[in-house]
């Protein structure tokens, strides 16, 4: 009893905190909720490369389903460390150009300073780069754009499956992933970004700075890889291949939905001591609620417009959900609900029209429709901020943004992403390596890279393919004509080297 009074006595003549101890630990508890914040976006965004393997093993016929999923599984390690040597850094001192900053080179303005701050901090031998008791930010806030870093590869991912080399699409992930989108990044996202400081450009939660890179990237890529064997008739129809699990695409899909709502929260930035106690990516002022609205009503949109688009097509009803929230990305932060839905509503249906063109009429062989939904609702997204939202600042200059200023930073980024991918894939093709030899896509990766068949417990079932005026064919027949007509070509030796797979006439 003595004891308890002498420690009250004690606490009640203690001297009051000083307005530097108070200050101090409101600093260090709004330190201590950005990392649990970003921590926890972190994990969450996991779901997005849960559903993006679900969606593509899905979609890829049985003999290539394991191999569709081990190429998700690589994308993380081989992106990782790409990116921590050196994405991270393109990213801080990128900001100006195609030359890197260097904190030396800060001028005497404000904003130089920092941004030379923030610079010094990204190299991979900085001393935040690692445990650092003092340093609560660093790699949570880095591993969110790690996760924004396989999220573009995994957008390329499923446009290539059934015919693409490992070892060419890790490659080409790495570029994607740690080079091309974190450059893009650099210029038109980053808060010292020339695109926004200069020319007010707007793309809060990455509409093109990722999606919209992404799509453009995968583009060159498919010119370069064509189509998968039998997916054209000789005068340029389309055939479909029947996905070996639908369901598991679908449900994919929801896995990436669920995961969305973490990417678009790791787009801001918590400001805990300052109203409203949030900046965007740009360090204006929003909040969450004003995302919440966006990305939720932006799904009820997408799925609108993509099922009455395609007529209630399964498969398009829910990639226009996605395209509705990617439509929407670039200004979440300030669009008025309705108008969400609006513009979602029309990216849902902009993707399956888009869709179906690219196949039908360009005879692009896009196996997920990444190009129409996360190309162009991609670009479509700032372009929508520049008809309905001119004016708003952005930035830490507070430029206006504008229709001019949204243009200006689609014509810088359409070249930089469709070039990106198509220069290394087309050098990748000319030396053989970029798709996998015809005798092995007839007979299935899986078979080709583990010797196994992973459903032993079934028999395997006729493949079918679906001609363009519905009829469903056996596929063998058709698959062994491609074949035939690619190697007449020349094509299968450009293709690869033959392998020891059996292909039956």
């Given amino acids: ?192 970004g020339f695109l926004n400081m200069r020319y007010g450009f707007h793309d809060t939660i990455a509409g093109l700075v990722v999606h919209g890179v992404a799509g453009a990237f995968t583009l060159g890529v498919l010119l370069n890889l064509g189509p998968r064997i039998g997916k054209y008739t000789r005068d340029g129809l389309a055939r479909t291949f029947r996905p070996h699990n639908l369901h598991l695409t679908l449900m994919g899909l929801m896995l990436i939905f669920t995961g969305f709502y973490a990417f678009y929260a790791a787009c801001l930035v918590i400001q805990s001591t300052t109203l409203p106690g949030w900046g ?82 360009l005879r692009i062989d896009d196996a997920v429709g990444a190009v129409a939904v996360h190309g162009v609702c991609g670009f479509w997204s700032p372009l929508a901020v520049g008809l309905f939202a001119a004016g708003y600042p952005t930035g830490l200059n507070n430029v206006d943004s504008s229709l001019t200023g949204q243009l200006y930073g689609m014509l810088v980024f359409l070249p930089l992403g469709f070039l990106g991918g198509y220069i290394p894939s087309w050098i990748l093709r000319k030396v053989n390596l970029l798709r996998v030899p015809p005798e092995v896509e007839l007979e299935g990766l899986d078979m080709a890279e583990f010797q196994a068949d992973f459903y032993p417990e079934f028999g395997r079932p006729v493949e079918v393919l679906v001609l363009p005026d519905g009829t469903e064919v056996a596929a063998a027949p058709l698959l062994v004509e491609g074949y035939r007509e690619l190697v007449a070509n020349g094509d299968g030796a450009r293709a690869g080297p033959r392998s020891r797979a059996r292909v039956e006439p």
Wanted: with cysteine.
């Fill in 1 to 192: 009893m003595l004891g308890l009074v002498t420690a009250t006595w004690s606490a009640v003549l203690a001297a009051p905190p000083t307005v530097q101890e108070l200050s101090d630990k409101l600093s260090l508890d709004s330190a201590i909720l950005s990392e649990q914040f970003y921590y926890w976006t972190v994990v969450v965004m996991w779901l997005i490369h849960v559903g993006f393997m679900s969606y593509e093993a899905g979609v890829g016929r049985r003999k290539n389903v394991m191999a569709t999923a081990m190429k998700n599984i690589l994308t993380i390690a081989v992106v990782t460390p790409t990116f921590y040597y050196v994405g991270w850094w393109i990213y801080g001192c990128f900001s100006k150009g195609i030359i890197p900053f260097t904190p030396a080179s800060a001028g005497a303005s404000a904003s130089e300073k920092l941004m030379g701050s923030f610079c010094s901090t990204t190299y991979p031998w900085a001393a935040n780069f690692g445990p650092n008791l003092t340093d609560h930010l660093s790699g949570v806030f880095w591993a969110a754009f790690l996760l924004f870093s396989w999220t573009t590869a995994s957008i390329m991912s499923g446009a290539l499956i059934e015919r693409v080399r490992l070892s060419a699409y890790l490659l080409l992930a790495s570029i994607l992933g740690s080079v091309i989108w974190i450059l893009d990044a650099s210029w038109g996202w980053n808060a010292y």
């Fill in 280 to 361: 965007n990516i740009y360090l204006n002022p929003t909040t969450l609620s004003s995302i919440t609205f966006a990305i939720t009503i932006g799904f009820a949109g997408g799925f609108t417009g993509g099922y009455f688009a395609s007529r209630g097509d399964p498969f398009w009803t829910l990639s226009g959900g996605l395209a509705g929230v990617i439509s929407v990305s670039a200004g979440a932060d300030i669009y008025a609900p309705t108008l969400d839905y609006l513009i979602a509503m029309f990216g849902g249906a902009l993707a399956v029209y888009a869709g179906n063109f690219i196949e039908k009429k």
